[in-house]
C-alpha cells in the first residue's frame, strides 16, 4: 500500500483492512491525486463521508478480469472516461490518431479505448449483472441526452443507454454523488433514484414527473436534422439549476431518458471544502518507472481558484458541464494551498496559473443569478455586457496581491483565459495594471478568435472592434511601466460561418499586423456545443437561421493555412484558396499581396529564391519585405515563418490543435468575393507595438 493515496489494488484492501469496497471508480486517466482530475475529487470527497473508494485506471478494456481486481464493490461502480472525451484525446480534428496521451504514464498512448464510458460500462455489466453503475465527467455529461457524434459522423442516443449505466452524475458532482451514496446506502434501489438534481436517469414511466418538457424524440430527430437544433435550444435554456426543467427525450420500446435540473452551485465554502481534502496533489507512485503522468506538469504549481463561466462562447461546453454561475474559493484556501506548494522541494517560487475556466471572473455575472439563475435567452456578455452585469476585480485582484506577499513568492502568473472585453468594462484599471506590472510572463494570452464580426457573432464573441480597444489599452498600460511585453491571440479557422472570404480577411489582417500566429485551432465539433450543433445541422438553434458550414476537408486545410500563409508549407493551399475566391489581387509582389507568384522560369536580370511549394520563387530584393512592417518579428510565443506550430492551449480543454489537412478535393464550396484591396482597410494595425521585435 502506499500511504495516502486511495487504494488501487487487493494488497491495497488487505493492509488496510477492507473487506469489501462501498465503491469503485473506473477511469480512463491514469490516477492521479489532485484536484484536477475529477476522479480524485469524487473519490475523497465520498471518503470524506465515510465510504471506502478504490480506483481502477486504465483497465484493459479487451480483459473482463481486469474489471475484477478489486471485487464487486457494495455499492455502485463509478465511472468516468477520463479529464477529457476519450474521442477528443484520441484524435486531431482530421481523424487522425494523436501520438500521446498526457494522462497516460509516459504519454503512452491508446490505454483507454474509444467511447471509453460506454465501453467500460459494458465491460462491467458483462462481468456484474445487477451491480449499479454510475457514469460521470466530461464524456459522459455532454453526451447525456442524444447527440452529434462528429468521429463516426453520427447521431447517437444518450450514452446512459449505450453504457448499460443505471445513472448519470452530470455536470461537476460533488453534490449529486454524495446524494447517490446515501440514497444506496440507505437501501434504496437505484431504479428508484429518480429525485436527484444533477442526474439523468431511464424510466418506462413519466407519469410522476412534473415541471417537465417533452423534447422531440431519438427518432425524430435521427430523421430530421430541424428538431434536433429545436431540441438543442431547449436543453441550452434549461442548464441553469434554479429555472431548468425536467427534460424528457423518448426512444423505442417506452423508454424514456430524463434529464433532472442541474445540482446548485457550491458555496464558497463547498469549494474550500472540496480543494481542502488531503490529496497527494501528484501520480501515484506506480507510475514513477515510466516517468510519470505527463500532465501533471501542467498543473503542479498551478491553483484553482474559481469554476463556471458567463462568457457564453459557443464552441465551448462549460454551459452543459459546470454551469454559467461562477463559484470561487476563499482567499485563505488558496493562500493556504499555495503556502504548502511553496515548501515543496521542487518549488522554484512561481505559480504558473490562479484561475479557472475564465481566470478574472471570480463572482457571478449579477446579483439575480443566485436568487433566480441565469437568463434563459440572454448572455452576460454577448453581443455586449448586459447592463446589469457587475463588473469589479478588486477581489481577485486582492488574491493576488496576497499570493505576492507569500515568503519565497518570486512570480504569480496568470496562464488562464482573460475575458478582455469583461477587462474593458471595468472603470477601475486597477486589475489591468497590476495585470499587466506583475503577471504576464512576457506574453499574455487572449482569445479574440477571429477578426470577422460575422463568424464572431456565431462563435458569441465580442466584436472585433472590443478586441483593438484592448490591444492598445495593453500597449499604453505596457509604454506607461516601461514594459516590452507581448500578446499572443489564439485564432480558429473553420467555425461555422467562416467562408474562404472570412478566412482572407484574416489573413490580411495578420499581414498588416506582420506577423504569423504559432497556434491555429481549427474547430473541433465536440458533443453539446451551440457551434457543434451548427456543424451538424446547418442551423443556428439560437435562431433557427442557416449557417454556412466548411465540412470538406481540403476546404478546412485552405482556411487555416490561410491564417499560417508565410509558411512555405503552406504555399499551393494558399494560393488555391486565393484562386477559389477571386482573390487573385493578394498573389504578386505589392505589399500587400499574401504570397509571390509561382515563376517556373525566373526573371532575366532578378535573382531569386525559390522558398515555396511547387516551384515558388522569392525575390532577393527590398519587394520580399512586403509582407508588413514587421515581418521579421521574433518573440516568445510567436514562431518565425519557418517554423513548426505546435501544442494545445490546454491539455484540459476539448477543442485541441490539429495538424494540416491536405487531402484534396474539389468538391468545395467558396465563397468569391469582389477584388479589392481595401478589404480590412478599417481594420488597421493597432497591435504593431505589442507584436514587434524583442
Not at 493515496?5 to 488487505?14: R, T
Not at 473519490?43 to 470524506?48: Q, S
Not at 521579421?632 to 510565443?637: K, P, Q, R, T
Amino acid at each position: 500500500m502506499t500511504n495516502g493515496f486511495l487504494p488501487i489494488s487487493k494488497e491495497d484492501l488487505i493492509e488496510r483492512g477492507i473487506g469489501r469496497l462501498d465503491f469503485v471508480y473506473v477511469t480512463g486517466d491514469a490516477y492521479v491525486d489532485h484536484p484536477s482530475f475529477g476522479h480524485a475529487v469524487i473519490g475523497r470527497i465520498l471518503e470524506a463521508n465515510g465510504y471506502t473508494v478504490g480506483i481502477i485506471a486504465q483497465p484493459d478494456w479487451k480483459d473482463d478480469k481486469s474489471i475484477a481486481v478489486l471485487g464487486e464493490p457494495r455499492l455502485a461502480f463509478l465511472i468516468s472516461a477520463g479529464n477529457m472525451d476519450s474521442m477528443v484525446n484520441h484524435y486531431f480534428v482530421s481523424k487522425k490518431h494523436r501520438p500521446n496521451d498526457a494522462y497516460t504514464p509516459g504519454g503512452e498512448p491508446y490505454k483507454r479505448p474509444d467511447h471509453a464510458t460506454a465501453v467500460y460500462g459494458n465491460l462491467i455489466r458483462r462481468t456484474y449483472k445487477e451491480i449499479p453503475i454510475i457514469i460521470g465527467g466530461i464524456e459522459a455529461s455532454l453526451r447525456r441526452l442524444a447527440h452529434y457524434d462528429y468521429w463516426t459522423d453520427s447521431f447517437k442516443r444518450s450514452v446512459l443507454l449505450d453504457s448499460q449505466a443505471d445513472l448519470i452524475s452530470y455536470g461537476m458532482g460533488e453534490h449529486s454523488v454524495i446524494e447517490i451514496a446515501d440514497a444506496l446506502n440507505s437501501g434504496i434501489d437505484i431504479k428508484d433514484i429518480t429525485f436527484i438534481q444533477g442526474t439523468v436517469y431511464k424510466t418506462k414511466d413519466i407519469s410522476g414527473v412534473y415541471d417537465k418538457i417533452e423534447l422531440p424524440c431519438y427518432a425524430e430527430m435521427k430523421a430530421d436534422k430541424t428538431k434536433y437544433a429545436d431540441s438543442f435550444a431547449l436543453q441550452y435554456e434549461n442548464t441553469d439549476p434554479f429555472t431548468g426543467k425536467y427534460l424528457i427525450e423518448g426512444y423505442p420500446n417506452g423508454i424514456y431518458v430524463v434529464q433532472n435540473p442541474p445540482a446548485k452551485p457550491l458555496t464558497m465554502e463547498e469549494m474550500d471544502y472540496v480543494y481542502d481534502l488531503p490529496y497527494q496533489r501528484t501520480y501515484h507512485p506506480s507510475y514513477e518507472e515510466k516517468g510519470g503522468v505527463p500532465a501533471i506538469s501542467e498543473i503542479k504549481f498551478s491553483l484553482i481558484s474559481n469554476r463556471g463561466c458567463f462568457g457564453g462562447c459557443n464552441f465551448c461546453a462549460l454551459t452543459f458541464h459546470q454551469g454559467r454561475t461562477v463559484q470561487a474559493r476563499s482567499h485563505e484556501s488558496i493562500v493556504t494551498e499555495a503556502e504548502a506548494l511553496a515548501k515543496e522541494p521542487d518549488f522554484k517560487g512561481y505559480i504558473h496559473d490562479v484561475g479557472g475556466p475564465t481566470a478574472n471572473f471570480r463572482h457571478p455575472s449579477c446579483e439575480k443569478q443566485l436568487l433566480h439563475g441565469v437568463c434563459k435567452t440572454k448572455q452576460c456578455l454577448f453581443p455586449s455586457p448586459c447592463k446589469n452585469l457587475t463588473v469589479d476585480h478588486s477581489d481577485y485582484l486582492g488574491l493576488l496581491q496576497d499570493l505576492r506577499k507569500i515568503p519565497g513568492m518570486k512570480k504569480v502568473f496568470i496562464r488562464s483565459g482573460i475575458r478582455f472585453d469583461y477587462l474593458l468594462a471595468d472603470n477601475d484599471d486597477s486589475f489591468f495594471s497590476e495585470l499587466v506590472e506583475h503577471h504576464v510572463s512576457g506574453q499574455l494570452k487572449v482569445a479574440p478568435e477571429h477578426i470577422s464580426d460575422a463568424v464572431l457573432s456565431k462563435m458569441g464573441k465580442p466584436e472585433n472592434a472590443v478586441y483593438e480597444r484592448f490591444v492598445k489599452k495593453y500597449n499604453k498600460i505596457n509604454e506607461r511601466l516601461g514594459k516590452k511585453q507581448f500578446l499572443v491571440p489564439y485564432l480558429m479557422s473553420s467555425h461555422p460561418g467562416s467562408t474562404l472570404k472570412e478566412a482572407i480577411e484574416l489573413a490580411e489582417y495578420l499581414r498588416d499586423l506582420g506577423y504569423m500566429p504559432e497556434q491555429v485551432q481549427d474547430f473541433y465539433p465536440t458533443p453539446s456545443t451551440v457551434s457543434t450543433v451548427m456543424y451538424y445541422t446547418g442551423l443556428d438553434p439560437r435562431d433557427g437561421k442557416n449557417v454556412y458550414v466548411c465540412k470538406n476537408p481540403h476546404e478546412k486545410a485552405m482556411q487555416r493555412a490561410l491564417i499560417q500563409y508565410r509558411n512555405p508549407k503552406n504555399y499551393d493551399l494558399v494560393r488555391e484558396a486565393l484562386l477559389s475566391a477571386g482573390r487573385e489581387d493578394l498573389i504578386g509582389f505589392d505589399k500587400k499581396c499574401l504570397i509571390r507568384p509561382r515563376q517556373t522560369v525566373p526573371e532575366k536580370g532578378r535573382v531569386y529564391s525559390q522558398t515555396g511549394g511547387s516551384g515558388a520563387y522569392v525575390r532577393k530584393d527590398n519587394s520580399s519585405k512586403g509582407h508588413g512592417k514587421n515581418s521579421n518579428l521574433s518573440f516568445s510565443g510567436v514562431k518565425k515563418p519557418n517554423e513548426k506550430s505546435t501544442g494545445s492551449r490546454n491539455p484540459n480543454i476539448q477543442n485541441m490543435n490539429d495538424k494540416n489537412v491536405n487531402n484534396k478535393n474539389t468538391n468545395i464550396k467558396s465563397s468569391n468575393s469582389k477584388n479589392t484591396n481595401a478589404t480590412n482597410s478599417k481594420k488597421k494595425a493597432t497591435i504593431r507595438n505589442v507584436h514587434k521585435k524583442k
